[in-house]
């Protein structure tokens, strides 16, 4: 960051154009990607709500599961992504690392809430509350509230490259909590069974195939969203840092960065 | 049939949260690039 | 290296003693959020329910206080800037710092744990051995992530405000066992009965421990 040197003049009129041609991943998701994923999206809502039979015991809103289980997967497939770009963008100290860990926090955080929202709203008719400190419910609203945190770090961290570093960090040390939640959460259970009936336990194994090919498509769907949303947040990340860019080497007196 | 209403208000409101966020994006990213032009405009005056 | 490491922590823990700036303030607070859980669980008729929970959350908000002032004075008085002028490894100083930290909340748990004993009417029988050893591995833990994260938030934006928001969620697994160990030691158990626990408590303090030790230098670049 501070080595970088003020923008070539002549590169500045694609303000997007210059920095896309090297980066490790693609930005800006292309218009057959998002056709591709908005198919998706639309195939999975069908499946969802017409294709998939109705739960016998849960009834219709069982059907939450095609949203809330892909969501829930996407989310750590998010931590993931950023853990390993924490561990790249330490070793290598290339910005681009760190713009991954701050796009896939955020849509990942956005995917975590879609977690809570849907989760609550399943629960409340089929095991009658709100909320239960059940194992699978407890880590993900923990794993949730590390995002939270991470994107509060990014926000109030300080300078761009100080940020950058202490992010990384806490992507490693988020990622290598989540093990240790995960058994946490399900000893605590155990130790405490719960009086609700955990209708979900049962759904993984007895599934019928048409109920599973649905999950499989939901899960899809969300993967090519998020795709398209962490693209579209890397292309506006990449914005934001070329005009920081820019204002620094206006701020330069004219004589010196000439 | 009962239970509809949990159904439809999670997916409304999933869809919701994300569509609200793709606008955000996009308003953002419209945002940028004007400052950009505006920023670039000023380079260039003071190169010249 | 343990030369060095010893050197730092007696100077941390001198100026502690001069100063007596932390431990008045943590030991204060520990009593006060102490005597605030008494009237909030009033009605709890059995203490030994909520007592662990309690005990821990206590220890927690303390410590948060705790690790905030260490590292706010050393970046107030530009000691940590002295520090890297030295010829120190910047890892040496996370291990000088972990055990600085770990004396000062131990010394603040010490206090704690007699005014909890008092006030909840705890009997110790015979498990205090246990009991110390559940809560050092406990406070270690803490005093690793407390180590990482307080020099981080210290420079940020929002300074003391990012520690909690950063410790407490990082730190859930481990208040789980510190809390499930402790129950059974104040519940007459053995140590052997929460073998798991004890286990997933060990794992912690060694995982955060070692990436505390390797991403320090990280964040003490300036």
């Known amino acids: 960051m501070a080595s970088t040197s003020p923008p070539d003049p002549n590169l500045e009129t694609h303000p997007s154009g210059a920095m896309e041609v090297d980066s490790p991943v693609r930005t800006s998701p292309s218009p057959g990607l998002i056709a591709v994923a908005a198919a998706a999206m639309i195939a999975s809502l069908y499946a969802a709500l017409l294709y998939a039979p109705t739960d016998s015991f849960q009834g219709n809103v069982q059907r939450i599961f095609y949203t809330h289980v892909p969501a829930a997967l996407t989310m750590y497939v998010a931590v993931t992504l950023i853990f390993f770009a924490s561990i790249l963008y330490l070793q290598k100290r290339d910005e681009r690392w760190d713009e991954v860990g701050a796009a896939a926090a955020e849509v990942g955080a956005l995917f975590g809430t879609v977690v809570m929202i849907t989760g609550p709203l399943w629960a409340r008719p089929v095991w009658g509350t709100w909320w239960t400190w059940e194992a699978r419910l407890t880590s993900t609203f923990v794993l949730w509230l590390i995002f939270i945190a991470y994107l509060m770090l990014r926000a109030y961290g300080g300078s761009p490259e100080q940020v950058a570093r202490f992010c990384a960090v806490l992507g490693i040390i988020g990622f290598l909590d989540l093990p240790i939640i995960h058994f946490s959460v399900i000893w605590w259970r155990t130790m405490h069974p719960q009086p609700v009936i955990m209708t979900e336990e049962g759904l993984g194994a007895g599934l019928p195939g048409s109920m599973l090919a649905t999950v499989a498509l939901g899960l899809v769907a969300a993967l090519l969203l998020f795709t398209v949303l962490f693209r579209h947040r890397l292309r506006v990340e990449r914005l934001s840092r070329q005009l920081l860019a820019m204002r620094r080497s206006l701020d330069l007196s004219p004589g010196e960065d000439l | 049939m009962d239970n509809f209403w949990y159904l439809f208000s999670a997916l409304a409101l999933a869809w919701a949260v994300v569509f609200f966020y793709l606008v955000t994006l996009a308003r953002r990213a419209r945002d940028l690039k004007q400052q950009i032009d505006v920023v670039q405009a000023q380079l260039e005056r003071k190169n010249d | ?222």
């Open chain 3, 1 to 222: 290296m343990w030369r060095k490491i010893f050197v730092l922590v007696k100077k941390d823990l001198l100026a502690e003693w001069t100063s007596k700036e932390i431990l008045s303030s943590t030991v204060f607070f520990s009593v006060l959020v102490l005597m605030v859980f008494n009237f909030s669980f009033e009605m709890v008729t059995d203490r030994m329910v909520a007592g662990p929970g309690i005990l821990w959350t206590t220890f927690l908000f303390a410590g948060i206080l705790g690790m905030n002032r260490l590292f706010l004075t050393e970046r107030e008085d530009g000691g940590i800037e002295g520090l890297m002028l030295c010829p120190i490894d910047r890892t040496t100083l996370y291990i000088a710092k972990w055990l600085s930290l770990l004396v000062i909340l131990s010394l603040t748990e010490i206090a704690t744990l007699a005014v909890f004993v008092v006030f909840f009417n705890i009997a110790l029988q015979g498990g205090l051995i246990a009991l110390v050893a559940v809560i050092v591995l406990g406070t270690a833990g803490l005093a690793a992530l407390g180590t990482t994260f307080a020099a981080m938030a210290v420079r940020t934006r929002t300074r003391e405000m990012m520690l909690p928001m950063l410790l407490i969620p990082i730190s859930v697994p481990l208040l789980m066992a510190a809390v499930k160990c402790t129950a059974a030691v104040l519940g007459g158990a053995t140590l052997a009965s929460v073998g798991s626990w004890l286990q997933l408590l060990i794992a912690f303090d060694v995982i955060f421990i070692a990436v505390g030790y390797m991403t320090f230098p990280t964040i003490l670049e300036e």
